[in-house]
């Protein structure tokens, strides 16, 4: 079946310009993660959705950055003014429900702020 | 706050050989260990996990071992093949908004490398 994919692919935008990125989870996945994974760096946990709950924020690095997940299903994660320093790839990645750890990635969004 | 760390950073074997990443992990509510590989361009592809009720895991030439009392579990992969070459991520589940232990935390990675 069709995995987690994510758009754009790439994204090169200049500095102070706003960025939106979309992930489209695995159907029937209701929990959704964003991650931020720098050059030759792990991932970085921004944001967890599960189902009708309130958004897990804690790993957002500012109030630049923001999310939301429409009607159960899409995500798009916003990158307010953005800065050098938010160049990386942006991944997400779907799980099947709350008790089911197993996260299946997307292939990323690789975002170049010049 | 909690963290997994992870070694080696880098790791060179010839075709053939085996290869051990280890990594440990501080969060004693831990109980979902999974691995993921990542080729590049890509995004990380679950390979194997473990939870805590078992010890070891095995999935044909790979294999993840856990030790709870210590906090440390391995990844084995043995008869390494030029196409297992990619960097290797682990991760530990912690607990969430609401104390639930749905989060990951990963470590660092480790890019290995298969010699032909």
């Known amino acids: 079946g069709a995995g987690v994919s994510q758009s754009p692919s790439n994204k090169v935008t200049e500095k102070g310009k706003d960025v939106e990125l979309r992930c489209d989870p695995i159907?029937?996945?209701?929990?959704l993660y964003w991650y931020r994974q720098s050059l030759g760096q792990g991932l970085e946990f921004l944001i967890y959705?599960?189902?009708?709950?309130?958004?897990?924020k804690s790993g957002l690095p500012s109030d630049r950055f923001s999310a939301e997940r429409t009607g159960g299903s899409v995500s798009t994660l916003t990158i307010q003014r953005t800065q050098q320093e938010d160049s990386a790839v942006y991944l997400c990645?779907?799980?099947?429900?709350?008790?089911?750890?197993?996260?299946?990635f997307g292939p990323g969004t690789r975002l170049t702020v010049t | 706050g909690e963290n997994v760390e992870q070694h080696p950073s880098t790791l060179s074997v010839q075709e053939g050989d085996s290869a051990v990443i280890k990594c440990t992990y501080s969060d004693s509510a831990s109980n979902y260990f999974p691995w993921y590989k990542q080729e590049l361009g890509k995004g990380p592809q679950l390979i194997i996990d473990?939870?805590?009720?078992?010890g070891e895991k095995k999935d044909q030439r790979i294999a993840v071992t856990l030790n709870k009392t210590a906090k440390h579990f391995s990844l084995h992969i043995t008869e390494t093949q030029p196409e297992d070459s990619a960097v290797y991520f682990c991760?530990?589940?912690?607990?969430?908004?609401?104390?639930?232990?749905?989060?990951?935390?990963f470590g660092t990675g480790t890019l290995l490398a298969v010699q032909p």
């Open positions: 473990i939870r805590s009720n078992v």
């Open positions: 959705f599960q189902g009708n709950s309130a958004p897990d």
């Open positions: 159907s029937g996945h209701t929990a």
């Open positions: 991760a530990a589940s912690i607990r969430g908004y609401g104390g639930a232990t749905n989060k990951l935390i």
């Open positions: 990645a779907s799980s099947s429900q709350p008790s089911s750890y197993e996260q299946y």
